[in-house]
């Protein structure tokens, strides 16, 4: 894992998580959408999985029986696993987020890592976010050459299990969270996952590691934009340790002109933002509400990264912030987020 920067403990945390460390586009198709990706952001390989029954059981949705599955793609910049998701069968919260966007894609959840799934859960429901899809996994794996077996049926039950809130109105996204085996983490569990294929390339060792010539080695705030911060805000705060703060940006946390709230989120950052002026407004525009904006690490300087960006289809708007430093707004036409490029 990537060292990052300490964040100051007087912003608010998330009640009983330790990180974000996923993001999720959803899509109509995986494999296009993980090709799109690959080839702007040249983020490594891909593994393509399926998840469906047998391997995926107990699979509900709005707290009732729904054979539902899935496709997607996945791969890490840094610290954030980027997850790539195409519904194949049955009712899911990621049909309804594209049937709701005329099936445009876009980032439709985050993972949280909960310290305990169970008590989690129980909060979540209590504050009027309760899990509205969910499934247990219990499929064979492999980490290098040694192979992992599925659990046997009797022990079936200690299978991996995940569900997502359906959040978009009131968070502005869906939340997942997951409750994996002992001793297995997140980042152990999709090592062992066994591809169907990689995309765009079968690279193993760049699953977990970024290629030397990408744009970014980390991925470590996330930007949810809204059209009404003190609505939203009172809705994240019901899973906070205590209320955001809200407070003006003026061309410097962000570029441009608006108001945002800042979380706390492990070593990640989950702002909150409303903007009135600037690029941040144009995207609000543009991409409607919910997280559109993800703040990118570059590897080397940050004239070298907008080269490269640029390079990759990116369209980069460069200012400097208060302290000198370079900072870059960066869209591309076929990716459903932006990129705020800094090293402060």
Aim: hydrophobic share 40%.
């Amino acid at each position: 894992m990537l060292k990052r920067n300490t964040l100051p403990t007087k912003l608010p945390t998330l009640v009983g998580i330790t990180a974000l460390t996923q993001v999720a586009i959803i899509t109509r198709d995986t494999e296009e959408t993980v090709k799109q990706l690959a080839k702007a952001l040249n983020p490594g390989s891909f593994k393509i999985v399926s998840a469906k029954s047998p391997e995926l059981f107990n699979t509900t949705y709005k707290d009732k029986p729904e054979n539902w599955s899935m496709k997607a793609g996945l791969t890490w910049i840094g610290n954030t696993q980027l997850e790539i998701i195409q519904p194949t069968s049955g009712r899911t919260v990621y049909d309804d987020y594209l049937n709701e966007r005329d099936q445009k894609a876009g980032i439709e959840h985050i993972y949280l890592a909960a310290q305990d799934f169970d008590k989690t859960r129980s909060h979540y429901e209590a504050m009027g976010y309760p899990l509205q899809q969910e499934a247990q996994l219990n499929a064979a794996g492999k980490i290098g050459f040694l192979p992992v077996p599925a659990l046997p049926k009797f022990l079936q039950h200690m299978a991996a299990r995940f569900g997502y809130t359906k959040t978009q109105q009131s968070l502005k996204l869906d939340i997942e969270l997951a409750k994996f085996p002992k001793g297995v983490s997140q980042r152990v569990a999709l090592r062992a996952a066994i591809p169907e294929k990689w995309l765009p390339s079968h690279q193993p060792s760049l699953f977990e590691s970024v290629p030397t010539d990408a744009p970014l080695r980390d991925l470590d705030a996330f930007y949810v934009l809204t059209k009404d911060l003190e609505t939203l805000v009172a809705a994240y705060a019901k899973l906070t340790d205590k209320k955001p703060e809200i407070t003006p940006y003026y061309d410097d946390h962000l570029p441009g002109e608006g108001h945002l709230a800042q979380i706390r989120v492990g070593t990640s950052l989950l702002v909150l933002v409303q903007p009135k002026q600037g690029e941040i407004a144009s995207l609000l525009s543009d991409l409607g509400e919910g997280l559109t904006l993800l703040r990118g690490r570059p590897q080397e300087d940050v004239s070298t990264t907008i080269r490269l960006l640029t390079s990759l289809g990116w369209t980069c708007h460069k200012s400097a912030s208060t302290l000198g430093k370079k900072r870059a707004f960066a869209k591309h036409p076929a990716i459903p987020f932006a990129l705020w490029v800094t090293e402060e």
